[in-house]
């Protein structure tokens, strides 16, 4: 295994020391517990909160600042924050009328949220994120998981939180994007846990796994490599069978190509242009489209498609100004 490491049970600290400081004007980093905040605390809004295991950046910490989230609790390499840093970093970026969680359906980031939301004295609620097609359960879930649709739900509410809208509100738009949002990905190495040392599955040189999960966790089958086009129509059509979308020129689509973190950007756009021919010949309009490392799985050399059915609330809350480490534009 080759990394840049000092120390395997250090790198998470000074992992993310490092992006405090070269972000220093939009974040905090905590210590004992660790967490993560926006630099200028946020007043009389709902506070945005998400977290996960690392090994995903720019999730979730790259997206915290102005117009997505307040804070951010990064656990251990793929492996979940516990109850104590979600409370401490609720309690750092209350202002006054509430916390919402968005939480990836994985079984140890539910119970440590839930655990974390039983135990705070303000109101509180939670999205849960399910857009992962591939498979509808498995060892890490009770469900679908959360992948890179994550995003565009903290875009989206992160947005509606900046308006001053309450926690129902908030929750309520969560829960929409992600009901109107499908994933899917693909794997054509396995992703090497620093800890570890060794790659978490083994995959041939010919081989490629559909509908891999961003820890590495089996997809829906093994096969043979085939062309860039074959793969992403399965992708596609599995998404597609999902959203079930009606066809016509109000169909709107926002449509996220996201890297695993070892694949060229050269072949994620290669993607999105096959992605794109597929939609549009089912008769959706791409109005809005994001192609780039978005949640990632460590060194893994694969892509995840994501598609969002844009209504005019959804769409105005993902044009919306947004300032934060690895996202930001203007309207």
């Known amino acids: 295994m080759k ?9 998470l600290i000074e992992s993310l020391s490092g992006f405090a400081a070269a972000h220093a004007d939009i974040v905090s980093l905590n210590l004992e517990p660790h967490f993560l905040t926006r630099k200028q605390k946020a007043e009389n809004k709902v506070a945005i909160i998400s977290g996960g295991g690392s090994g995903h950046e720019p999730l979730h910490s790259g997206y915290i600042g102005y117009g997505m989230l307040d804070a951010a609790c990064p656990g251990h390499v793929f492996t979940s924050p516990s109850p104590d840093q979600m409370l401490a970093a609720a309690e750092a970026v209350h202002a006054g009328k509430g916390v919402l969680f968005i939480v990836k359906n994985y079984a140890g980031d539910v119970m440590n949220f839930e655990m974390a939301a039983e135990m705070l004295p303000f ?3 939670t999205v849960l994120t399910s857009d992962d097609v591939a498979v509808e359960n498995s060892t890490y879930t009770t469900g679908r998981r959360g992948v890179a649709g994550t995003v565009i739900v903290e875009k989206v509410v992160g947005s509606l939180a900046e308006t001053g809208a309450d926690l129902a509100a908030c929750k309520a738009l969560g829960d929409k994007v992600n009901s109107r949002t499908a994933s899917m990905g693909v794997a054509l190495t396995s992703c090497t846990v620093p800890a570890a040392g060794r790659p978490t599955f083994d995959i041939g040189d ?24 074959a793969i992403v129509a399965d992708l596609v059509a599995a998404i597609l069978e999902d959203l079930k979308p009606t066809p016509g020129s109000e169909s709107e689509v926002l449509l996220l190509v996201n890297g ?8 994620l756009y290669l993607l999105y242009n096959s992605a794109s021919k597929l939609l549009q010949a089912h008769g959706l309009v791409i109005s809005r489209s994001l192609v780039g490392n978005y949640t990632t799985a460590l060194d893994m050399a694969g892509a995840s498609i994501t598609v969002t059915l844009l209504d005019d609330e959804i769409r105005q809350h993902w044009d919306s100004p947004v300032h934060t480490a690895a996202l930001r534009w203007q309207c």
């Open 206 to 229: 010919t081989e490629l796994e559909m509908g891999v999960g961003i820890h590495g966790e089996p997809g829906r089958r093994r096969e043979a490599m085939r062309n860039a086009d």
């Open 3 to 11: 990394k840049f490491i000092n120390n395997v049970d250090d790198i």
């Open 123 to 125: 109101e509180n609620a």
């Open 260 to 267: 695993f973190a070892a694949t060229p950007l050269m072949e």
